[in-house]
């Protein structure tokens, strides 16, 4: 069946794909968003089961970008929210960042050794590599007993072969107060001393969950009249016809537009219009979604809890109550485990399943859950693509994708978190394509620094053909 003719075609809706379709929509243009997924939202949707409400990945907006600000109040009214994350650590669970008053549950022989790193003089460091990085940062015993095993286990992949790209964005990213950012050990001890006050608020939906702020931007696209959704698809073939583009996707769909935006997986788009494979490396997460009865759940809560041991199957718990009361029916304390997964070796994917049980069982063993008694029901959701890997060659591997789409036609852009192939969060995705609607709409040489703006080297001979959108 064929599609009228489009102005542009999205491929992805999630946030960026959303975000920048409204802005089109609002002016008047003809859209068509493709996705692979039976609905939208991308990472960011949310699930509901008779009432307990699941996120997927994100739990919480947090910007100070008066930009985003302003979207994100555009579109829905938001509650504010404060922080709350432990890490499970030696046994125990501590707050995150650390307070003074907790150091005493950490063993003293770890705390000496951290110590002493500082004084001690480090030569013939890497500092592109997360190792070198980390180890310059932190010292060599956190590398070794904490950053090192939960990397490995987190991204199923060497820390040795991890660029500091992924500290510099994702570990950084966890410490998003600028007042307790540690970047130093140094830095880390004086804050564990001295500890100041983190007083930032983050926002969250009052309804439906934060997937819910999606639902109601498509919903938005939608009433415009200018919208065309197709869903649970995704396109099989495309030719450049000079001023347009004629393509047909696997659902047999014929379609015509004159700009492609791609915010989906980049190796299916290098795929399409190239015949070379890159080294772009992305994980899979499976979230257990555990319908739990207030009583199972021992008093260790948070909105989220890092596990740090290297040879547990779950990386973080998020306890959706501490998010939003509406969440969560009375009586009730729900989680989701989050099981992470390589693409080319998986050990756990295709069994996801059948590791519901050890799942609980490392729960318990934890000392997060009281008992599996409590437990009403487990939804298991396996999603693809949840983070991209930044393996010490995925600049050269990125920007060699960049060129063959950029070689096949000037009027494809890569937006997004998986597009763009840049570790994000969700608000960050919705400034890209803020930014970029703007371009396409009014300021063709608009420029904006997506990298730059949200942290990671920015100077990259491999890939600077993209590092602005
Ligand atoms: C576990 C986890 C926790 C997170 N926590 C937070 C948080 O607390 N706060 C926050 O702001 N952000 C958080 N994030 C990040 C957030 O999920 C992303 O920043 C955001 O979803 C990125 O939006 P996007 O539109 O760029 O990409 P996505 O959400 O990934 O959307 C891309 C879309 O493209 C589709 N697609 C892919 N390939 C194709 C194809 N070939 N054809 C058709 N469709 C395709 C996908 O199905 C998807 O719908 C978290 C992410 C994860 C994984």
């Known amino acids: 069946m064929k599609f009228q003719s489009h102005d542009f075609?999205?491929?992805?809706?999630?946030?960026?794909?959303?975000?920048?379709?409204?802005?089109?929509?609002?002016a008047g243009k003809s859209v068509l968003i493709v996705e692979r997924n039976d609905r939208p939202g991308g990472l960011s949707k949310s699930y509901d089961y008779d009432g307990h409400i699941f996120d997927t990945g994100p739990k919480r907006f947090h910007t100070d970008d008066p930009i985003v600000k302003d979207f994100i109040t555009e579109v829905l009214a938001m509650h504010e929210i404060g922080r709350s994350t432990l890490v499970h650590f030696a046994d125990r669970y501590f707050n995150w960042p650390l307070k003074s008053s907790e150091l005493w549950k950490m063993p003293p022989q770890i705390?000496?050794?951290?110590?002493?790193?500082?004084?001690?003089k480090k030569k013939d460091l890497d500092l592109t590599t997360f190792r070198d990085y980390i180890r310059l940062q932190y010292g060599d015993t956190l590398y070794n007993i904490f950053f090192k095993p939960y990397t490995q286990k987190f991204l199923r992949w060497s820390a040795d072969d991890i660029h500091s790209d992924w500290a510099s964005t994702g570990i950084n990213r966890t410490v998003i107060d600028e007042r307790v950012k540690a970047n130093s050990l140094f830095d880390l001890l004086k804050g564990l001393t001295l500890p100041k006050k983190i007083d930032t608020k983050f926002l969250y939906p009052m309804?439906?969950?934060?997937?819910?702020?999606?639902?109601?931007?498509?919903?938005?696209?939608?009433?415009?009249?200018?919208?065309?959704?197709?869903?649970?698809?995704?396109?099989?073939?495309?030719?450049?016809?000079?001023?347009?583009?004629?393509?047909?996707?696997?659902?047999?769909?014929?379609?015509?537009?004159?700009?492609?935006?791609?915010?989906?997986?980049?190796n299916d788009l290098a795929a399409l219009v190239g015949d070379e494979a890159f080294e772009l490396k992305y994980l899979n997460t499976i979230f257990f979604n555990v319908i739990a009865r207030e009583e199972a759940v021992r008093n260790n809560r948070a909105q989220w809890i890092y596990m740090s041991r290297g040879d547990s199957l779950v990386s973080r718990i998020t306890c959706m109550r501490e998010f939003h009361g509406s969440t969560t029916p009375a009586g009730y304390y729900n989680f989701i485990c989050e099981v992470t997964d390589s693409q080319s070796e998986p050990r756990f994917f295709d069994k996801a399943q059948g590791l519901t049980d050890p799942v609980l069982a490392e729960?318990?063993?934890?000392?997060?859950?009281?008992?599996r008694r409590g437990v009403e029901a487990v939804h298991v959701n396996p999603v693809v693509d949840t983070y991209p890997i930044y393996h010490r060659r995925y600049k050269q591997a990125f920007g060699g994708a960049v060129r063959t789409v950029k070689g096949f036609s000037r009027r494809v852009h890569l937006l997004g978190r998986s597009g763009a192939y840049w570790y994000n969060n969700s608000d960050h995705s919705i400034r890209m394509a803020l930014d970029f609607a703007e371009k396409l709409l009014r300021d063709p040489e608009r420029h904006f620094d997506h990298r730059q703006y949200f942290g990671g080297s920015v100077k990259d001979e491999h890939s600077d053909e993209h590092l602005t959108t």
């Open 111 to 120: 705390s000496v050794r951290a110590a002493l790193d500082m004084v001690r």
């Open 207 to 266: 309804e439906g969950g934060f997937g819910g702020f999606f639902d109601r931007l498509f919903d938005i696209c939608e009433s415009t009249g200018c919208l065309d959704f197709l869903p649970s698809d995704s396109i099989a073939a495309i030719e450049d016809k000079g001023d347009a583009f004629q393509a047909t996707t696997r659902g047999g769909r014929e379609l015509a537009f004159e700009t492609l935006i791609w915010t989906g997986n980049l």
């Open 363 to 371: 729960m318990e063993a934890m000392k997060f859950l009281k008992s």
């Open 9 to 26: 075609c999205i491929v992805g809706a999630g946030p960026a794909g959303l975000t920048l379709a409204q802005r089109l929509t609002a």
